[in-house]
């Protein structure tokens, strides 16, 4: 094994010689590498060089950290950690890049990425592939190949020729040609002199390819400018009509920098305003309470069964528009509300035939809970949900529409960027709020695109939906991380502002201070939102027990009303507006659906006496007596459908009325008139035409109108889709740390050859017959010594371990396992062999 004075000469060596914890680092940071566990470190090592791993790996990496590796990709390998710090910073040299360049190479180093010591720094063999420029993959940092490649398809001749035009002495092969050609161009004091010498014309044309890309066109007979460029390799061929400026070349020009301009510290957050926290923290209450109401009214209207599902799934656009009428909001606010309902399990498909969409039984255990608890489920679950309200109305990857409720909108990065936005505004002082183009340059500088992502910035619209849905949502308040929102994150507590001027600041002295907070397990997040509705309990208003009946037949609610004063005087008037004050408006026809319902004139007069803290007003009392006396003086049942009326000159009335001619009645009797309609199409009929009939079963009884609420069997919410495998937390890391070092202590302690003619493969397992086994088995437990085996498991998984074994009997060796740390048995049958250990093991 490796020890750190010993270079490590691979990356599973340089794995063996971390610890621990720095092990335990590298598979937080890449969960992937332990999904399955590896049997020991050179698989590990092996799978931390796969493609996928690396460029998942490489698009988690903050922008200095991912220059860092783009610029090992272009150096030579290995390179020197001076090396590394000159293409960084430059020939003139950067503070800020000398302060920032071990920690980038840090974390490279930390994910596996680069291995070795600072004199051998190697960047691992598929990363620097990924990274280094080809035709085919530009570099990021706009340089082409060495001269070493550009001139691996040139003819001997050609190649002379060009040494001998750059001025130097001829060589005896290509291959020292080229690297005497490399010399001249990484030699600063040679290169100058050679480039003084250019034509202006030429200089031109190497400046417009210095910072990429370096390829160029030219025709087969090169205008002199050119002609000089190539005949001293200042420009080199890589195919028919095609040139490219060389690395070396490039890097001369550009004072040895990699890149035209390097980030070493992150942009920094700029508040725009600092406001003073009681007002963030109303606001914010302001607006969950909002939410609140808004995700009542829209489970409300879809109360006695919402919109059908489409046959694709989800919600069509036209029943998207009616609910955005109703909840008086654009349509994508709507499909967040919709969303977010559907998220937290309040929401779901009822799966009939007729298949529609309605609230779940956990609604109606939500309403029952106290509305801080009842805000916190949603926070929860627009914190971990990966369905993106946002994406509505895009197209998907067969130009679909995608809507609302319906299958396309999981993006497994959005709880992720909620969270990290979040976060940001944790580290700022109390009450600042930063502008949204700060916290996405900061999010773009911890995440930089690469490749084809460069085209659909989905982090950067993420991060936008994260603003608007938490400022909606009443986590955040005028722009600033309310106290609720800070405890449900499970924040420390905020800095102090340095004032707390109310409104905009042309230069606000405040500072973000960086706050990691990773995510909370299970048991975390439930304290952490124990507190947030702790803190959010007394910002809400308490729901009242009255309202103020005014002379204009009107009904002004000053805030939340009771549940069960909500839900009667729902029935009992229309809403008009809403807002702080709720206006609810008395009409014939609301009075008469509150008669349907079972209630009579007393029960009105009654409730509304009780629950106003003015008298009735005169018009509203008449109102309801006048609606009173006629409600049920006509009555409809089944004959097809059938009037009847003590008062025959009431039915007469109908008869000549013009608008009951769809109806098509014909009088059965003095006080009984008939048709072909249903009672359904009779009774709206007959109250068009101002009647108010009451519907009676077929004893004659009248038929109180009461709907059952629609609710779907019960639910389970959506289970968020993970952008890739989880963060390993701190036990499973430690099992399988332990896992990986007792497989690889296995596969690397020395052992003695079984057979010299025919010695085990590095890894393989130890082949023996059962009689061989048994009687080293039998000598190891006299001889108190330790063995080598093979064993197989009962899901048929191979692996090696290092046994002492204790007793063997019944066909089963009772052995203490180094490996494991502890005492086994195993079944004879399925070791594959034994091996004794070398002597110096």
């Not at 050609?181 to 014309?201: K, N, Q, S, V």
């Not at 920094?268 to 939410?291: I, S």
């Not at 109390?430 to 900061?442: D, Q």
């Not at 088995?777 to 001889?783: E, G, H, I, K, S």
Request: proline share 9%; charged share 25%.
């Amino acid at each position: 094994m490796s020890t750190p004075a010993t270079p490590p000469r691979s990356l599973a060596e340089a794995l063996r010689i971390r610890d621990d914890a720095s092990l335990a680092e590298l598979l937080r940071a890449r969960p992937d590498l332990i999904t399955p566990v590896p049997t020991d470190l050179t698989q590990l090592a092996t799978r931390a060089g796969t493609r996928a791993s690396v460029v998942r790996a490489l698009e988690r990496l903050d922008r200095f950290a991912l220059q860092t590796a783009e610029a090992l990709a272009v150096a030579a390998d290995p390179a020197s950690y001076e090396e590394l710090h000159g293409l960084m910073s430059g020939d003139e040299g950067d503070p800020a890049v000398v302060t920032a360049l071990p920690r980038a190479l840090g974390t490279l180093r930390e994910q596996a990425l680069v291995w070795g010591g600072d004199d051998r720094l190697r960047l691992v063999r598929t990363a620097r592939e990924l990274l280094a420029p080809s035709p085919q993959h530009p570099s990021p940092t706009g340089l082409g190949p060495s001269v070493q490649e550009a001139t691996a398809g040139m003819s001997p001749g050609r190649i002379q020729e060009i040494v001998g035009a750059a001025g130097l002495s001829s060589t005896h092969d290509s291959v020292s040609a080229a690297a005497a050609l490399t010399g001249l161009f990484a030699d600063r004091r040679r290169m100058g002199a050679l480039l003084a010498g250019a034509p202006a014309e030429s200089r031109e044309v190497l400046e417009r390819l210095v910072w990429g890309p370096p390829y160029g066109q030219v025709t087969a007979d090169p205008a002199p400018r050119l002609r000089w460029l190539l005949d001293r390799g200042l420009l080199l061929p890589t195919a028919p009509g095609t040139v490219v400026l060389p690395r070396e070349v490039a890097l001369h020009l550009r004072g040895g920098r990699a890149h035209r301009a390097t980030e070493p510290m992150p942009p920094a957050l700029e508040p725009t305003a600092v406001h003073r926290p009681q007002v963030v923290d109303t606001t914010a209450a302001g607006q969950a309470y909002t939410a609140l109401a808004t995700v009542e009214e829209l489970l409300k209207d879809w109360d006695e069964g919402g919109p059908t599902v489409l046959r694709a799934g989800g919600l069509s656009v036209r029943d998207l528009k009616r609910t955005a009428v109703a909840l008086d909001v654009s349509e994508p606010v709507a499909a967040f509300w919709v969303e977010l309902a559907y998220a937290a399990g309040l929401l779901a498909s009822d799966g009939e035939a007729d298949e529609r969409y309605a609230a779940t039984p956990a609604y109606d255990e939500w309403l029952e809970r106290p509305a801080a608890e009842r805000w916190t489920r949603l926070a929860e679950a627009w914190l971990t949900a990966t369905r993106t309200a946002g994406v509505v109305g895009g197209r998907d990857a067969k130009d679909r529409t995608l809507s609302a409720l319906g299958p396309g909108l999981d993006r497994s990065a959005a709880p992720e960027i909620r969270h990290r936005v979040l976060t940001l505004l944790a580290g700022l002082p109390e009450g600042a709020s930063p502008s949204a183009e700060s916290v996405l340059a900061r999010l773009k500088w911890e995440r930089p695109l690469r490749g084809p992502q460069q085209d659909d910035d989905l982090r950067g619209r993420l991060a936008k939906w994260a603003l608007s849905e938490a400022e909606m949502l009443g986590v955040t308040g005028r722009g600033a991380l309310s106290a609720h929102g800070r405890a449900l994150l499970g924040a420390p507590a905020p800095a102090k502002p340095a004032h707390s001027k109310e409104g905009p600041g042309d230069k606000l002295p405040v500072h973000h201070v960086p706050v990691v907070l990773e995510p909370l397990s299970s048991a975390e997040q439930a304290t952490a939102s124990a507190a947030a509705t702790r803190l959010l309990t007394p910002l809400l208003p308490e729901p009242l027990d009255h309202v103020l009946l005014q002379a204009d037949l009107t009904a002004v609610a000053p805030g939340p009303l009771q549940r069960p004063l909500a839900d009667m005087l729902g029935v009992l008037a229309d809403v008009e507006s809403k807002g702080g004050a709720t206006v609810y408006r008395f009409t014939p026809g609301s009075v008469r659906r509150a008669l349907d319902a079972g209630r009579t004139a007393s029960d009105l007069q009654a409730f509304l006496a009780t629950h106003s803290r003015t008298p009735v007003p005169q018009p509203l009392a008449y109102l309801i007596d006048d609606v009173a006396r006629k409600h049920g003086h006509l009555r409809v049942g089944a004959a097809s459908a059938y009037v009847r009326c003590d008062d025959d000159a009431l039915l007469n009335e109908i008869l000549a009325d013009k608008r009951a001619a769809g109806l098509r009645l014909r009088r059965l009797a003095p006080t009984v008139l008939a048709t072909q309609a249903d009672p359904a199409t009779l009774l709206d009929g007959l109250r068009t035409m101002g009647f108010a009939p009451a519907a009676e079963s077929a004893e004659g009884d009248v038929l109180i109108t009461r709907v059952d609420a629609h609710r779907t069997p019960p639910r389970t919410a959506p289970e968020p889709v993970p952008d890739g495998p989880p963060t390993p937390d701190a036990t499973l890391l430690a099992a399988a740390i332990r896992a990986i070092r007792a497989g690889d202590l296995a596969s690397t302690t020395p052992r003695k050859p079984t057979d010299a003619a025919a010695p085990l493969a590095p890894g393989g397992l130890p082949r023996t017959s059962s009689a061989e086994t048994l009687a080293t088995m039998q000598a190891a437990v006299l001889t108190g010594e330790a063995l080598w085996i093979g064993y197989v498991n009962a899901e048929g998984s191979a692996s090696q371990r290092v046994i002492a074994p204790i007793r063997v009997e019944g066909g089963f060796v009772t052995a203490y396992d180094h490996t494991a740390d502890e005492v086994r048995t195993y079944p004879l049958h399925r070791v594959t062999g034994v091996a004794e250990l070398a002597d110096e093991a």
